[in-house]
């Protein structure tokens, strides 16, 4: 599938980010954003574990550019910074200018975090008529989490049915990965968080 596959608004990112790191504006711009996926770090099975990090790879390449460039290029692409042990933590950042705007990061964290109420039954679906049912349940399960989560309980009905379109087009654009993606996400995957490190680190 070439093309952009990430559908959300610059200003519903922008409200979303606001909302859960209520601290943006006032932080120095030589911030940096983090992205933390916190994953078991005990019988992860390999295959998935792959799927999981190319699916990551796949929502960055289409979240702000054309996916084919994306994809052919040779440098630029989506990588952690570092890993911590213990359950690991994979890190991932990007300056907080860009964060402001449309961040990468953050519809990462709305992807993961909500994915697994809307991987339920894609890939069951056995025809149009069924999939379009399946498909409007689970914005709706999208929509009511949404409302029930911590700092996100102020967004508009139409910033949570954008959010739901999104996370739900991507559980149907990348059917075949989401298999592998949900069983790891139910075996090893701890959660999502999304913080700010106010102090850059010289020499990165």
Not at 10 to 20: C, F, G, L, Q, W
Not at 141 to 170: C, F, H, N, P, Y
Request: one cysteine or more; proline letters at 2%; aromatic letters at 8%.
């Amino acid at each position: 599938m070439t093309g952009q596959l990430i559908a959300i608004s610059h200003s519903s990112v922008r409200a979303i980010t606001k909302s859960v790191l209520p601290e943006i504006d006032e932080v120095s711009s030589d911030a940096y954003l983090h992205l933390i996926v916190s994953i078991s770090a005990e019988n992860i099975v390999a295959r998935d574990f792959a799927a999981f990090l190319e699916f990551i790879d796949r929502i960055y390449g289409r979240s702000h550019k054309d996916f084919r460039s994306y994809s052919r290029r040779q440098t630029g692409h989506f990588k952690f910074a570092k890993c911590q042990q213990g359950s690991w933590e994979l890190i991932a950042r990007e300056a907080l200018g860009v964060a402001t705007n449309s961040s990468p990061l953050v519809i990462m964290w709305l992807v993961l975090k909500y994915l697994p109420s809307a991987v339920l039954s894609v890939s069951s679906a056995y025809n149009q008529y069924e999939q379009g049912r399946l498909a409007r349940a689970n914005r709706q399960r999208i929509r009511e989490e949404l409302g029930r989560s911590g700092g996100l309980e102020d967004l508009t009905s139409k910033q949570r049915a954008e959010v739901a379109r999104m996370i739900e087009r991507v559980s149907q654009q990348e059917v075949t990965l989401i298999p592998r993606v949900r069983r790891f996400m139910a075996s090893s995957f701890i959660g999502v968080r999304i913080s700010i490190d106010k102090i850059r680190n010289r020499g990165d």
